[in-house]
């Protein structure tokens, strides 16, 4: 009989080099929110992928910035804490970066005593030369790290990354139930889905000034029904959000339901309230509410 293998495998890199594309690719679920904006990922979520003789407990986490605020601070600490309790490290980039936004995290990887696996991600958009390039950059710079090409949008060479994770992780029980697919509950997902559609739909500031909290998550046989409110920072923030005889936030609620059925294969009715919480982002206890400090 097969060994059980299991362990956690961090997800590090700079905003959008593909973290939660690739997280997404290996559990199979849309568990992460991917959008093109920068900060998407606010929180670190975890992915489970279970077989019969092995659980992987993946973690995508924030892509790494000098913090600005008190939310980017808290953002970075769950950065910090994917250093300490990883088996395996995933280090990605992107062809043609050239390190890390902070030098101190950078020298965390370099000096790591668990297994980097470098993934050079977006292999797809680039030329076989520049990837040899980057090949040879990336080993001179982090001499203990094993690199990886892939694309994670297009599925390449994520199978072959995967069975390497499985081969360094320690032998040991799984720490999850092997039904279970993350650590997060129902109403964390409500809340990440509806936050990707304000990133999708508005500009600017806007939706760095969100947070979503679901109040209510009522399920039945055949129907969902979620109470949901959009925190803004400041009242024309919320009148941009509502939009002309609410039309913005209708797009929001429309879009935010179809992917709630989809993720939950159910029905959903979904109610949103927007309301104005000063300046949460910069407030301790107001983080804390949320989930992002302490």
Not at 20 to 42: P, Y
Not at 198 to 207: G, H, M, R, S, V
Request: aromatic share 10%; no cysteine.
């Amino acid at each position: 009989m097969k060994k059980h293998r299991s362990g956690f495998v961090n997800i590090i890199g700079n905003p959008n080099v593909g973290k939660s594309t690739l997280m997404n690719a290996f559990v199979g679920e849309k568990l992460s929110i991917i959008t093109s904006k920068a900060q998407t990922t606010r929180h670190r979520i975890l992915g489970i992928v279970n077989g019969d003789d092995f659980q992987v407990v993946l973690s995508d986490t924030p892509g790494i910035i000098k913090p600005a605020y008190e939310l980017q601070t808290s953002m970075m600490d769950f950065v910090k804490s994917a250093f300490e309790d990883a088996d395996v490290l995933l280090y990605m980039v992107e062809i043609g970066e050239k390190g890390l936004k902070d030098e101190a995290f950078f020298k965390k990887i370099k000096n790591s005593k668990i297994p980097v696996l470098l993934l050079l991600n977006k292999i797809d958009t680039s030329a076989q030369d520049m990837l040899e390039e980057q090949v040879q950059y990336w080993g001179e710079l982090l001499p203990n790290a094993e690199i990886h090409p892939i694309s994670a949008l297009e599925n390449f060479n994520v199978e072959e990354v995967f069975q390497r994770i499985l081969d360094l992780l320690p032998e040991a029980p799984p720490f999850y139930p092997k039904d279970q697919l993350t650590d997060k509950p129902e109403r964390f997902f409500v809340n990440e889905i509806v936050r990707e559609k304000i990133l999708l739909n508005y500009k600017k500031e806007i939706p760095y000034a969100v947070e979503v909290e679901t109040e209510e998550f009522l399920e039945d046989d055949d129907i969902i029904r979620i109470r949901t409110v959009i925190m803004v920072e400041r009242e024309t923030q919320k009148g941009i959000i509502i939009g002309h005889k609410g039309t913005a936030l209708k797009k929001v609620g429309v879009e935010a339901r179809k992917d709630l059925e989809k993720f939950f294969d159910k029905q959903v009715h979904i109610e949103f309230f927007v309301k104005v919480n000063k300046n949460w982002r910069s407030n301790a206890s107001q983080l804390r509410r949320f989930g992002y400090n302490g």
